[in-house]
Nanobody, 125 residues
């Protein structure tokens, strides 16, 4: 069992930046692939970004490519999502997810066995 806790969400104006953090409990963080997903009211939860266990390979949704950066610090059991040039359509609850096993498709929710409770990001125009 692992627990994921997101933080860093808030209210920001369009064009601004936020940095989300996700801290995982336990001592096996380095073995997890990690992902960020988001869900706006009335919409399906969608893939945002993912990072491999060693942090070398990164994957992004087309909607955030060039604006968001995912990273991880295994020594701190933490994954980050740096969000720049935020747009109103980025408004959503952002969820951190962990995959204890191998990931076939980083975009699929079912690949991740553990989820945080989410942090709200609101971008005003």
């Amino acid at each position: 069992q692992v627990q994921l806790v997101e933080s860093g969400g808030g209210l920001v104006q369009a064009g601004g930046s936020l940095r989300l953090s996700c801290v995982a409990s336990g001592r096996t963080f380095s073995s997890y692939g990690m992902g960020w997903f988001r869900q706006a009211p009335g919409k399906e939860r969608e893939f945002v970004a993912a990072i491999r266990r060693n942090g070398v390979s990164r994957f992004y949704a087309e909607s955030v490519k060039g604006r968001f950066t995912i990273s991880r610090d295994n020594a701190k059991n933490t994954v980050y999502l740096q969000m720049n040039s935020l747009k109103p359509e980025d408004t959503a609850v952002y969820y951190c997810a962990a995959a204890p096993g191998p990931i076939v498709d980083y975009r699929r929710l079912h690949e991740y066995g553990y989820w945080g409770q989410g942090t709200q990001v609101t971008v005003s125009s």
